[in-house]
């Protein structure tokens, strides 16, 4: 059977866009002199910064009971306490052009997450480089929060199979709908190479709404230090400072603020209606390294405290309008927050196989305690039960494209008078989980 020439560029195309070094030792293959190998090295020039990449996520969990509320890949259903599901299904598309002296020019980036619940945009951004003094950068679109370390480490490098109870409730989908500016040196002699600052304006909402519902923005900035190495033996330390400043438009006149041991007052001034109720966070992170004969050993924190504004049935951001059952707006809520996560990381005598413990903890109104929550019209929810996570697990690296987790999280809340959280409800999760990575 006759194979056209279109056809047989399409098949080198697709192979030249592999691997830089498979690449190469095609494009040494290609006859330039001819009109073919003219036009391939052409497409080759134009594409060969195009970069595809991706991972999938199936996993096994079991519930300490049926129909289980957590953060573990979301709620189980009412009559299950297992399951199989695929949690992520990432493919990503980036594409950089870089200048005569290899330094990037502008990049694309193109993410999407499939799965059994439906197909999402996650990434969907550009980014300029300035090249004068190769310092700063400027990008605009879909992308993560420039907010905290655990909200921008990607899913496929962390070693617990989710977030942070916190960081899901506050940075729900992690990413936004904005722009930002950013200082980072990108030549090695520079005498600030450590340090980077991201500041950006953020619709607010989120992924968890499809369009912004106000005109207000969210100011989010982040000042870090990049791993430096502090002495012969690698050790390396790296840190942050995070602050978001914003808030949203409150489309009543009810406004519930908490006020201590005596649960929430309500303000039903008519001037509330249209004013800009907050949420500021303040963060700080650290992480430490010390290398071992074979791996290492990692201890990471961070803290987040700050004002969040949401509904009376959850501290989640809003991603729209809050609206009752009957369409009518709902009262926002504004508790003050709290809450912060600790790792810690260790090979087991092969980079092959590491251990993982993790604590995290989360108060949403940390003005209201144990069984002041509950009490006759103080107003409290489920929304302000403090929950503390312990996880832990073992992660077996494969080879670089298969990972194997097996965590257990043991979940605890406080004993409230709230039926229903009175005492330690059952929603312990065990995740089994293979990655499969490109």
Known sequence: MRISRRLTALC???LLSATAARAQFLMDMIDTTTELGKGMFSMYKKYDALRFSGYIQPQFQYSSGKGAKGFAGGDFPAAVDNRFTLRRGRLRVDYERDNDNHMPVVLFAFQFDGSERGVFIRDFYGRFFENKWDVLSISAGMF??????EVNLASADRESP???????????????LGAMLSFEPRRKSHPLRYIKIDAGFFNGQGLSGTTDFDSHKDLITRISLKPVKLNAGGMRLSAGISCLYGGMQQFTKYIYRSNGAAGFNIDSTAANEGKIAPRHYYGA???????????FTELRAEYIRGTQTATAASSETPGVIPVDAAGHRQPLYIRKFNGAYV?????LGSEQHQLALKYDFYD?????????????????????????????????YV???????????LVRNEATDLQGYTKDVADNVFTCRLQFRF
């Open 144 to 149: 993560a929060r420039p907010f905290g370390y």
């Open 343 to 347: 790792y810690f990381l260790q090979h």
């Open 364 to 396: 949403p109104n940390n003005e209201l305690h144990g069984h002041q929550i509950g009490q006759a019209n103080s107003n409290t929810t489920e929304a302000d039960i403090r929950f503390d996570t312990f996880g832990g697990g073992y992660l077996y």
């Open 399 to 409: 080879n670089e494209h298969l990972k194997l987790t097996l965590w257990y999280d």
């Open 285 to 295: 992170d650290v992480q430490w390294r010390i290398p071992n004969r074979k791996g």
């Open 12 to 14: 080198l195309f697709l």
């Open 162 to 176: 989710e977030r942070g109870r916190m960081s899901q409730l506050l940075m729900k989908t992690e990413r936004d």
